[in-house]
T-cell receptor
Framework: SQQGEEDPQALSIQEGENATMNCSYKTSINNLQWYRQNSGRGLVHLILIRSNEREKHSGRLRVTLDTSKKSSSLLITASRAADTASYFCATYNFNKFYFGSGTKLNVKP | GAVVSQHPSWVICKSGTSVKIECRSLDFQATTMFWYRQFPKQSLMLMATSNEGSKATYEQGVEKDKFLINHASLTLSTLTVTSAHPEDSSFYIC????????????FGPGTRLTVL
């Protein structure tokens, strides 16, 4: 990817379990954002965390940011089958967005 | 919420033809629009940044003569894939940044281009 890597590349869990995805990036950033993409569709913005923040919550989503390690994680709690999608982190710097390689999440009912 | 549309949603064309994709911000003004391409099962790759009334800025490795971008108004940017070839087949997604905003972008639904 242009910015960094995400792991795992794919994750399969049972409904009700938590899902954790990690993102690493290469350069300094203003903020980092997480997006979700259903197969063959556009992107949906999930959450934004600024470079001076360490943790942020939104509903069942929890995002952490460690700028010293240039990494972020997205935790989805109590997953649902409808959470099945690909998840991408995107870093914002110098007025541009760069996306990570993505994690494909499959939540089995 | 802010809505971005793309047209067409899919297009199939013959090799050698040119294809134009439109990106519109429906309920806000966008000074900057971004164009991405996404190959199957891969991430989005930023192709270019389009600023209203000025020339687009292309990322390294993207041919500006191949991918023509025009941002003629605050609500419309177009991407023209010239002399398309099968390797140009991809999912093209645009996004728009609202006037006065710095770190929020709204994505279009994407355009699937298939070149035969």
């Amino acid at each position: 990817s242009q910015q960094g890597e995400e792991d795992p590349q794919a994750l399969s869990i049972q409904e009700g379990e938590n899902a954790t995805m990690n993102c690493s990036y290469k350069t300094s950033i203003n903020n980092l954002q997480w997006y979700r993409q259903n197969s063959g569709r556009g992107l949906v913005h999930l959450i934004l965390i600024r470079s001076n923040e360490r943790e942020k919550h939104s509903g069942r989503l929890r995002v952490t940011l460690d700028t010293s390690k240039k990494s972020s994680s997205l935790l989805i709690t109590a997953s649902r089958a409808a959470d099945t999608a690909s998840y991408f982190c995107a870093t914002y710097n110098f007025n541009k967005f760069y996306f990570g390689s993505g994690t494909k999440l499959n939540v089995k009912p | 919420g802010a809505v971005v549309s793309q047209h067409p949603s899919w297009v199939i064309c013959k090799s050698g033809t040119s294809v134009k994709i439109e990106c519109r911000s429906l309920d806000f003004q966008a000074t900057t629009m971004f164009w991405y391409r996404q190959f199957p099962k891969q991430s989005l790759m930023l192709m270019a940044t389009s600023n209203e009334g000025s020339k687009a800025t292309y990322e390294q490795g993207v041919e500006k003569d191949k991918f023509l971008i025009n941002h003629a108004s605050l609500t419309l940017s177009t991407l023209t894939v010239t002399s398309a070839h099968p390797e140009d087949s991809s999912f093209y997604i645009c996004s728009a940044r609202a006037l006065g905003s710095t770190d929020t972008q709204y994505f279009g639904p994407g355009t699937r281009l298939t070149v035969l």
